[in-house]
């Protein structure tokens, strides 16, 4: 009996002495490692792009795309060969099945400029000149002859009937405004005065290409100007593109950017392809910060990180950027604080930075951006720049760094 008792006292203790209310362990998700904080890898003597050589190696890769992208290449997607061809750029002047694109292209021009404008415009009491998008139709006929219609009025059209080809415009998808946006200034001989001209440019427009009422390439734009258009630039703005067939496009590219009350956002991406090779392209731009009279004359920006990422991919060129700004202070982007001397000498903050090339470092840096205990008062005297040059590897700071890598923008000749 007294067995019996120890054993359902023990019995006892060891179900006291569990957690009955406690629950299965759940698996944790990792959090993400800032890449901020890892160095990169220095570049390896014998192993990676002397900063000499990298001129020559970016010609090989210019040479590279500019022999994948010439219209006469065998190699050339049937798609696009036959859609530049239609449109008179296959390497031949334009014939009697062409489009004659040269109002197109002027306006084509207009239209960039336009996006590209310059800011405000301070001219007094002077009427600016208006650059309005074109509308209408124009038609080549089978004939050769030429004819305009004023309809659509909210899109244009251009129509080659010898060839069944058709480009055309929707300036107002879905009725929405279009905006005016100052481009410079033109001169009026009738005053000896420049006067402010101004570019119309949508806010919600396609456009698309056809042949013999098959699309072969399209376009997708849509902007919000935001209250300071043409002061501080849309509030977002996004553009994609195709050309050649919509599914697995030989010729893509997609834009977006935002201005938020946080963040300044810029993604692009391309792609290029023949038959046998592709190119691409990407980059993305995050700068964090605070806006401050963001349409008014004390306009300020004051970022505290920024991270920059690209890649450049032709074939047996593959070119990865990154860089990485932490905990930036002392840094305003406004009219008063960069015509300051010496604008930047009490930036803080700290760079993390790496180009490579084939999977191989070519420049790394890393460290603060703030000036160290030296005597030349002057910032990123702190950052460890590495290359490799003439067989060996470089460790140095800004300065010296400076010197060499000017090769990267000057190439002896």
């Not at 080659?160 to 905006?179: F, I, M, P, Q």
């Not at 946080?262 to 290029?272: C, E, H, I, N």
């Not at 840094?331 to 010496?342: G, Q, T, W, Y």
């Amino acid at each position: 009996m007294k067995r019996s008792l120890a054993l359902l006292t023990v019995g006892a203790l060891l179900l006291a002495s569990c957690d009955r209310t406690t629950t299965p362990t759940q698996p944790t998700t990792p959090v993400p490692v800032d890449p901020a904080v890892t160095e990169p890898a220095a570049p390896v003597a014998g192993q990676s792009v002397e900063v000499q050589n990298v001129p020559g190696t970016a010609q090989s890769a210019a040479k590279q795309m500019a022999a994948m992208t010439d219209p006469n290449n065998p190699d050339l997607d049937p798609d696009l060969k036959t859609l530049l061809g239609l449109l008179g750029m296959g390497g031949a002047p334009v014939g009697p099945n062409g489009l004659d694109l040269r109002g197109a292209a002027s306006f084509g021009k207009n239209f960039v400029q336009g996006l590209g404008g310059q800011g405000r415009v301070t001219t007094q009491a002077l009427t600016p000149v208006k650059n309005t998008l074109p509308t209408g139709t124009d038609t080549i006929g089978r004939d050769g002859k030429r004819s305009h219609t004023s309809t659509p009025t909210d899109g244009y059209v251009m129509v080659d009937a010898r060839s069944d080809l058709r480009v055309e415009a929707n300036w107002k998808v879905g009725g929405a405004a279009t905006v005016w946006v100052n481009n410079g200034y033109a001169y009026d001989p009738n005053t000896w005065q420049p006067v402010p001209r101004q570019q119309e440019v949508p806010t919600n427009a396609t456009g698309r290409v056809t042949v013999s009422g098959k699309t072969v390439a399209g376009l997708k734009f849509s902007m919000t100007p935001g209250d300071c258009l043409n002061s501080a630039g849309p509030t977002a703005l996004t553009l994609s593109g195709w050309a050649g067939r919509e599914t697995n496009a030989p010729a893509s590219l997609d834009l977006r950017y935002a201005w938020t009350e946080k963040d300044v956002l810029l993604s692009g991406s391309a792609q290029y392809a023949t038959t046998r090779n592709k190119v691409a392209a990407s980059l993305k731009l995050n700068v964090t910060g605070t806006t401050r009279d963001r349409c008014g004359a004390a306009f300020a920006f004051t970022p505290t990180r920024a991270d920059l990422t690209g890649t450049l991919d032709i074939p047996s060129h593959r070119t990865e950027l990154n860089v990485y700004l932490r905990d930036l202070s002392n840094l305003e982007f406004s009219e008063k604080a960069m015509s300051a001397p010496n604008a930047l000498d009490r930036i803080g903050g700290t760079l993390n930075a790496a180009l490579s090339f084939n999977g191989k470092a070519v420049v790394t840096a890393f460290g603060p951006l703030a000036d160290g205990n030296d005597m030349d008062l002057q910032p990123g005297d702190q950052v460890k720049f590495r290359y490799v040059k003439s067989g060996k590897l470089v460790e140095t700071d800004f300065r010296t760094a400076e010197k060499d890598l000017q090769e990267l923008a000057n190439p002896r000749r």
